[in-house]
């Protein structure tokens, strides 16, 4: 039955082609139109993610990683007694203005992370030397953000706040989703850049001891600091996230062009894979007057829609791997995590058996006679 | 020597015979009769003709007989079966199992070779692969098409077609072959090759044939004719094909 179902799928090769193509095509769509969603909307909680703290302590009702409100700084010790918290450290974001040299300004995020854990501090640190911020004025900002800032190089100096500040390392793609570029400082550096008092800071990041349990350790940081909001991570990344796909409307849109793309490959493969099979119902009918049970029709028929889908969705994975590959930047990241690859594979699969099982049904009240009659 | 023939074909057992078939097709309000009562008796290890003007329900017959359609009205046993009270599951093993089938546009397989295309109602019947390869070789060699094994069915002449369906037709040994105009799209040489391949692969073998055609050139193979017109059967003729094929030898 197997060879029988493969060769038959094999003998028409431009429909198994146009049908393939499809197959590919709608994975290829999904995945890309959703990596470059997740990317975009990733974004929006990279401080999060990569920040290295268990648990994010701010004021109450934060919606948004990149913009806190002040709390008091001294709280920080109430935190620090708390059972199975390692370390906790304030933490301060900010807008203020850089001075370019053409004599415009650009307004920059800073970041000022503890200066001796440097929690929350540059990541993927490639030019340079991320200790350097002990150093006198030192900064680090991201390489794929020079051109916003006048191509500095690691070495220039420029005025934060009309304060100096000099460029001592560089990461690699830590861009938010704001327009505004990073600059990770130490706290107290940021604190004069934006002009704040030292004595209030963004958020509190937490880390915890090796086996402290995380829920646990925010119910009792709640308990200690009652004022304040406590998240782990990946709440208050998703947090940052929803921030932005309800107030901008970007959830809805980009979902829904992701949707409609979705269902635009899911379209062409189940019409192409519809007309393969009504094309060839004679070869059933002929299948079922020499003596083929529904049975054996329906598997061959299944067996075909399988390897379509396996074959369209392995070659469709391969593209995206390598769309991803060569196209992914900072800037659009294409993010594909392995469900959105999974599902959209088991997605094809169900599409192929369903619109192969569609014109089946025909087949059954097709007699098989139709090959004595043409 | 006719007399002596018929007396000898009427011992043998009865493969078909048909009371009182009605058929009529419905398409909307309208209703076409086709078959008005036909009856007939086909014994084993005959080769009949089922011959009639175009129309007249020659297709339609054939189809019936091989538990393709269902008749609306009358008996049909076909090899000691009822089959006008048999399920579609039972239908299609008495297809399967039985009875062959010879295509008037042969409708092998696409992207099957000649080989595969044999093997394919062994596959159905769950025969195990080396066991039909094999089994589908001898018949292509009978057929004298052994030299085709590996050709697909695509880059086959007709005449070769025309063998490579009947070698399908015969592979899951059935005891009864019908067979749709098999000669239609083939020359007069051809045909008669073909014609003289049926013969001698099924009544020779103990097989039953009913063949369904317009041309008279192969009417001498037949040992009788039967002759459809307005639905039924209108006349019955024998013929002398056992003698012209002696006396070709
Ligand atoms: N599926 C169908 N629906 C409606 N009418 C049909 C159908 N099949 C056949 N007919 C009609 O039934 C009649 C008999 O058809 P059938 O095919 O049995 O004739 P036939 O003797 O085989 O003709 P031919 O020699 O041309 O093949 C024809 O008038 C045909 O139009
Ligand atoms: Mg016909």
Known sequence: ?374 | MIGSQLDETITKPIAVSTEGIHKSYRSGATVTPVLEGVDLVIRREQCVFLAGPSGSGKTTLLSILGCILSPDQGRVQILDQDISTLDEQARTAIRRNRIGFVFQRFHLIRGLTSLENVCVPLTLQGMPHHKAASRAADLLDAVGLSHRAHTHSHNLSSGECQRVALARALSADPDLVLADEPTASLDATNGQEVMKLLRRLTTEEGRTAIIVTHDQRIFPFADKVFHLENGRIAETAGSTSTALLESER
Not at chain 1, 84 to 102: H, N, T
Not at chain 1, 274 to 281: I, K, T, W
Request: charged share 15%; proline share 5%.
């Open chain 1, 1 to 374: 039955m197997w060879s029988i179902a493969l060769k038959t799928l094999i003998a028409d090769r431009g429909k198994l082609l146009t049908a393939l193509v499809g197959v590919v095509f709608s994975i290829v769509l999904v995945n890309v139109q959703g990596g470059f969603f997740l990317g975009l909307i990733r974004k929006a909680s990279l401080l999060v993610e990569h920040g290295q703290a268990d648990i994010w302590v701010g004021h109450r009702k934060m919606h948004n990683v990149d913009f806190p409100r002040d709390i008091p700084q001294r709280w920080v010790n109430r935190i620090r007694a708390v059972p199975g918290v390692k370390r906790a450290e304030p933490y301060l974001i900010g807008f203020a203005d850089m001075s370019l040299p053409s004599g415009g300004f650009e307004q920059v995020a800073v970041v000022g992370a503890d200066q001796a854990s440097l929690l929350g501090s540059a990541w993927n640190v490639t030019q340079g030397n991320p200790l350097a911020l002990a150093r006198q004025n030192a900064v680090i900002m991201d390489e794929c953000e020079v051109q916003k800032l006048e191509f500095p190089k690691v070495g220039t100096t420029r005025e934060i706040g009309g304060r100096r500040a000099k460029i001592v390392a560089m990461s690699h793609g830590i861009m938010g989703f704001l327009v505004t570029p990073y600059i990770f400082t130490t706290y107290d550096r940021a604190a004069s850049y934006l002009n704040k008092s030292p004595d209030v800071c963004s958020y509190f990041l937490v880390q915890l001891e090796p086996n402290a349990n995380v829920n646990r350790v925010c119910e009792a940081i709640q308990r200690r600091v009652p004022e304040l909001d406590v998240f782990p991570r990946e709440e208050y990344g998703w947090i940052s996230i929803n921030y932005w796909m309800t107030r901008t409307g970007l959830g809805i849109s980009f979902g829904a062009a992701t949707l409609l793309g979705l269902l635009v490959g899911m379209v062409i493969v189940a019409q192409t894979l519809y007309a393969m099979v009504l094309d060839r119902l004679a070869e059933f009918g002929t299948l079922k007057a020499i003596g083929a049970t529904e049975r054996q029709v329906c598997s061959i028929l299944l067996i075909q829609a399988l390897a379509m889908a396996l074959v369209g969705s392995i070659l469709g994975l391969l593209a995206v791997w390598g769309i991803v590959y060569f196209y992914s930047t900072p800037r659009a990241p294409i993010v594909v995590p392995v469900w959105l690859s999974l599902g959209s594979c088991l997605l094809v699969l169900v599409i192929c058996l369903v619109a192969s099982l569609l014109p089946y049904l025909r087949i059954r009240n097709v007699d098989p006679l139709m090959v004595l009659e043409s």
